[in-house]
């Protein structure tokens, strides 16, 4: 008897086993199939870099409707837009550049548009795969990136950051520290298919000379040396009061004016009602330096879970007033988390009080939802919440992207703080910025994830100045600079994985920027 049923065992067991090889074998064969396919994509492109082949097609990819044109675009309507906001394509790139985009319209199908496949026209089939302009990160904060563990924010709070980040400060002294921390970023920027930064120079402001220049040095240091990779502009930061110390604030604007690529800015902090006035006024002499040094303005504005914290009224206000006097200057506004606290009628008035005075927003979905309504929070950064008391937050710090480009304004999201003291996660892959903001503000029915992909391409761009008026979009004419995702042909496909095998092309070409080991910073912020 016991011979008998371990012999049925032995056959149950080997049927299993046999089921599982065909399984794992078709798994495999159909996992080939599609490897192949992405395989070939890249090499192809690659074959076409070396023989310095520079007119070819892609055909049959998949472009979200927000990067092929803007919303008031009559050509929407005729358009082919799938569900998730995609439009079939295909695009010839001629001298690293691009020279056309074929769309699928309700009138002429795709297949009737074919590419030429006759005498020497090369074409690359993407196979429906997903096809995104490079990436541009317009809020970043490149200075303090990549300090941990040596900077550990142990309750995660606001208030702790910024004492955290006295101490480290002190380490922004050595050059060398500032400068590899940046560059490793940059090149994670790099690998991920992002084409411009803009930064905020913590530390420009110190009192302490060397962390100045050290801050300075390096990010026009490295601004050169990647000027043929990426744009990478800066933001000179004043406490928003010092802006009414009228020697010190001159000193500051005038040293910004000096270094190319950099705008003037103001961390406006948490002022009451009660602060109005002095608010006001330091938003004013704000406004008349930049008037003066013909310079662009970026402010932090309300990053506090504070309903009273309201100072985009000030600015508001006092924005107003600069623009009867002349000043044309770009005004671009980051978190703006405090918004999304008030009533529905003072939303709705500054939400076209931005979008008239054309000012434009970038939320900061990591940082923000990391931050805000967290457990520990203290005044003056935030409403105290207890840290002794469990409690899982209630609001998730976002701003109201949704009014506020239905307003009118220009709205782009960021990567903001990425591995430090802010925030300890993150890696400059801005596809992930775009996944996590769809989430948080429910954008993939608004009406569809396609439509928000201007976040963090066109409207980014837009939100720094970089080639107006067609920003990031994919037109013809425009650099041919734009990421293939060969596995991905839907975005519930895009964004259900990490897209290692994502192909960047650069001026028509591919490229490979290596992801930098977090080793190599081992010896500057230290081991676990």
């Known amino acids: ?148 563990p040596r900077a550990v924010n142990k309750l995660g709070t606001f208030s702790e950051a910024l004492q955290v980040e006295a101490t480290e400060q002190l380490n922004w002294q050595k050059y060398k520290d500032v400068y590899r921390r940046i560059e490793f970023a940059i090149q994670c920027a790099l690998h991920y298919g992002t084409r411009a930064m803009r930064t905020h120079l913590d530390g420009c402001e110190s009192d302490n000379t060397q962390v100045r220049e050290s801050v300075y040095r390096a990010f026009r240091d490295l601004k050169e040396k990647y000027r043929d990779k990426l744009v990478l502009q800066g933001v000179a930061n004043l406490w928003l009061p010092l802006w009414l110390d009228a020697s010190l604030a001159k000193a500051h604007a005038h040293r910004a004016a000096q270094c190319q690529n950099v705008v003037l800015g103001a961390y406006v902090g948490n002022p009451l009602p009660s602060d109005h006035v002095q608010t006001v006024a330091a938003m004013d002499a704000l406004f008349t330096h930049a008037k003066l040094l013909d310079l662009d303005v970026d402010l932090h504005m309300d990053e506090s879970n504070d309903p009273d914290c309201c100072a985009i009224l000030c600015l508001v206000e006092s924005l107003t007033k600069a623009r009867r006097v002349g000043y044309q200057g770009r005004v671009v506004l980051g978190h703006c988390c405090a918004l999304s606290l008030q009533s529905p009628e003072r939303q709705a008035k500054v939400c076209q009080d931005l979008a008239r005075l054309q000012v434009y927003v970038v939320a900061n979905p990591t940082t923000n939802l990391n931050l805000q309504d967290r457990r520990g929070s203290t005044r003056p950064q935030s409403l105290p919440i207890p840290a002794d008391t469990p409690r899982t937050p209630q609001w998730r710090g976002l701003t109201l992207v949704q009014e506020l480009q239905a307003a009118g304004v220009t709205v782009a999201a960021a990567s903001d703080n990425v591995r430090d003291h802010w925030y300890p996660y993150g890696d400059y892959d801005m596809l992930g910025v775009w996944a996590l903001v769809l989430q948080l503000g429910h954008l993939d029915t608004a009406p569809t994830p396609g439509h928000w992909a201007n976040l963090g391409t066109e409207s980014a761009a837009q939100a720094m100045g970089l080639c107006q008026p067609t920003g990031n979009l994919l037109v013809q004419d425009q650099t041919a600079d734009f990421v293939l995702f060969p596995s991905a042909r839907r975005i519930s496909e895009l964004l259900a994985r990490p897209q290692v095998d994502r192909v960047v092309v650069r001026g028509g070409v591919v490229t490979k920027q290596s992801l930098p080991d977090f080793s190599l910073l081992d010896d500057l912020v230290g081991k676990d």
């Not at 550049?97 to 690359?124: C, D, F, H, N, Y």
């Not at 317009?138 to 941990?148: E, F, I, P, R």
């Open 1 to 148: 008897m016991a011979l008998n049923d371990s012999s049925s065992s032995l056959a149950r067991l080997s049927a299993v086993a046999a089921c599982a090889l065909a399984v794992t074998a078709a798994v495999a064969s159909s996992s080939s199939s599609l490897s192949k396919r992405q395989e070939r994509l890249r090499r192809r492109l690659a074959w076409f870099a070396r023989l310095g082949i520079g007119h070819y097609w892609i055909q049959n990819v998949k472009i979200p409707i927000a990067n092929l044109s803007s919303s008031s675009d009559p050509k929407d309507s005729v358009l082919v837009v799938d569900h998730e906001g995609l439009v079939r394509c295909h695009v010839e790139v001629r001298s690293g550049r691009i020279a056309q985009i074929t769309m699928e319209t309700k009138a002429q199908g795709l297949e009737t548009t074919a590419p030429p496949s006759t005498g020497w026209t090369w074409v690359v089939e993407g196979h429906g795969c997903i096809l995104l302009p490079c990436f541009v990160d317009a809020h970043t904060h490149l200075m303090k990136t990549q300090n941990v």
